[in-house]
């Protein structure tokens, strides 16, 4: 079992730019989140799917879309890139939506 | 203020030591609690889930104190292995707050030899 995988690992981009971010679960998982992660700040939710086809922000949304394309997938998107984007990006999933959440090894996104 | 709160540290333990410290949380209605281990550069790993009766698996022991609205985690018999981040998750419980866990910041943890 993978578990939950993210695409890339690493990316940079430039201001203005959009991109991608891919994330799968074989876990057979309902719920499925964005997360990211700055130094002090702990984690901030972006948003979340509760079930597939159903999505909905979180804490800090602005800047940000994302797709829950069938059970296994969840992208995010960043339309156009801002520095104060630049951060490392978790996806997580949980069977249920109290549940403990399992997390994917982050992308790491520097936005110049 | 923030809704979970750690005390960052960091914690330095001498190998073999005990270390203890808290997570504070401010919605009494919270419902579900875990502890998150995070090394550096690496996703949070679970770690434990909180029970109100409390719980323990091997060296690490967590506790909940609904009166005071906060959770703990102790370490037994520390390991070098053991020096990470320890993040704490709760979900507020409430109905228009599904599925959301409210992260600390994280408490580090230093095990020296």
């Known amino acids: 079992n993978a578990g939950v995988t993210q695409t890339p690992k690493f990316q940079v981009l430039k201001t203005g730019q959009s991109m991608t971010l891919q994330c799968a679960q074989d876990?057979?998982?309902?719920?499925m989140y964005w997360y990211r992660q700055d130094p002090g700040m702990g984690l901030r939710l972006i948003y979340y799917?509760?079930?597939?086809?159903?999505?909905d922000k979180g804490e800090v949304p602005n800047g940000y879309n994302v797709s829950r394309l069938n059970k296994r997938e969840f992208s995010l998107r960043l339309e156009s890139a801002a520095p104060s984007q630049t951060s490392v990006y978790f996806c997580?999933?949980?069977?249920?939506?109290?549940?403990?959440?399992?997390f994917g090894p982050g992308t790491r996104l520097t936005v110049t | 203020r923030k809704e979970v709160e750690q005390d960052p540290g960091p914690f330095n333990v001498p190998e073999g030591a005990t270390v203890a410290f808290n997570c504070t949380y401010s919605?009494?209605?919270?419902?579900?609690f875990f502890w998150y281990r995070q090394d550096c550069r690496k996703e949070p790993k679970l770690l434990m889930s909180?029970?109100?009766s409390g719980n323990e698996d091997g060296r690490f022991t967590a506790q909940l104190n609904r009166a005071s609205q906060y959770i703990s985690l102790l370490i037994r018999d520390s390991k070098l292995s053991d020096s990470a981040t320890y993040l704490c998750?709760?979900?507020?419980?409430?109905?228009?707050?599904?599925?959301?866990?409210?992260f600390g910041a994280g408490t580090q943890v230093v095990v020296t030899p």
């Open positions: 997580a999933s949980s069977e249920r939506g109290q549940g403990e959440q399992y």
């Open positions: 799917s509760a079930s597939e086809g159903t999505t």
């Open positions: 919605n009494s209605a919270s419902q579900s």
């Open positions: 876990m057979n998982h309902n719920s």
């Open positions: 909180v029970y109100s």
């Open positions: 998750a709760v979900n507020k419980g409430t109905t228009d707050s599904w599925g959301k866990l409210q």
